[in-house]
């Protein structure tokens, strides 16, 4: 599934055709440091025909494509606001906010996605913005609640939270662990993830069609490091994914971590990691004993 960041997250499109900027007097540059940025694209009708030509180039590309992701996520629209040209465009689709105008932006690009076949998939900003085609799957990042909200509004929903789906957060609270973000989030939390809770209604459940984790680049070094958080946490998610998240998981997932360490210290040779491995302190209540040998050795 490809995937292009629209109207944030955008400062390759930006730095190349600085005219599609909200401030296109400006130059800009690729950024080089992660995070998020006030530049935005411009949400007038030369921005949406030139994301619609290269969508449908990409799509042309790669044949057939059902999904295509446009983000929507993390959008600053301090410039769409101090903009005149903006404003009065704004006011003359009759909406009443930049929040409106933002769903309307990724409104019209879903549409000439939908026109190619592709379905369009979004992060859980563009969802609470409004105005989504019914078809339009939703990626909620931000946490269960959203992603209830979604399914409730009739989205099938993608289940991707920050806990525990973002694998450039640590494996375990110690300090010979890589450099990661916030709390640790081992191999245990993700094999207890439900991505569609019991709780919820039925029909609540069926809009939730899959599972998907993070794995942000910015504090991974190397291919060794990367191979250290993707696995064996990886295989506890795709588990959940394979399941449903059944009762049980999350203890036989930990017991299962020799095997699935073996598998990764032969497949993907990771070698950047604590001596003695991931999950290495003691076991959550309820969870079984066992514990891989280190994948550091090689």
Do not use: K
Not at 63 to 76: A, K, N, Q, S
Not at 135 to 155: C, F, N, Q
Not at 237 to 261: M, Q, Y
């Amino acid at each position: 599934m490809p995937e292009i960041d629209v109207p944030g997250h955008a400062s390759a499109v930006l730095a190349a055709y600085p005219s599609l900027a909200s401030r296109p007097q400006e130059r800009y540059e690729v950024l080089d440091r992660w995070g998020i940025s006030s530049a935005i694209l411009s949400p007038l009708p030369a921005t949406v025909d030139f994301l619609t030509t290269v969508f449908g180039e990409i799509a042309d590309a790669l044949g057939d494509v059902p999904y295509f992701h446009i983000g929507g996520d993390e959008c600053v629209l301090d410039d769409w606001a101090a903009s005149a040209e903006i404003s009065a465009y704004q006011a003359s689709l009759g909406l009443e906010s930049t929040g409106d105008l933002h769903a309307w932006f990724l409104r019209r690009l879903a549409d000439a996605l939908a026109e190619r076949g592709s379905r369009t998939v979004v992060w859980d900003e563009a969802f609470v913005s409004g105005r989504l085609r019914p078809d339009t799957i939703v990626m909620p990042w931000r946490g269960e609640h959203v992603a209830r909200r979604a399914a409730a509004a009739g989205h099938d929903v993608v289940a991707t939270p920050v806990f525990p789906m973002y694998f450039d957060y640590a494996e375990a609270a110690s300090p010979e662990e890589p450099a990661g973000l916030g709390d640790a989030i081992t191999v245990a939390d993700v094999a207890a993830f439900a991505p569609a809770p019991s709780e919820w209604p039925e029909e609540e459940r069926a809009r939730v069609i899959g599972v998907q984790f993070q794995l942000w680049s910015e504090r991974i070094p190397d291919g060794r490091t990367l191979d250290y958080r993707a696995w064996p946490r990886g295989c506890a998610a795709a588990e959940v994914a394979w399941t449903g998240g059944r009762p049980g998981l999350r203890t036989s997932s930990a017991a299962s971590i020799p095997i699935w360490s073996g598998w990764t210290r032969s497949a993907w040779s990771t070698a950047r990691c604590p001596a003695r491995g991931p999950g290495s302190g003691a076991a959550p209540d309820g969870v079984a004993t066992a514990r891989a040998p280190s994948p550091c050795t090689t």
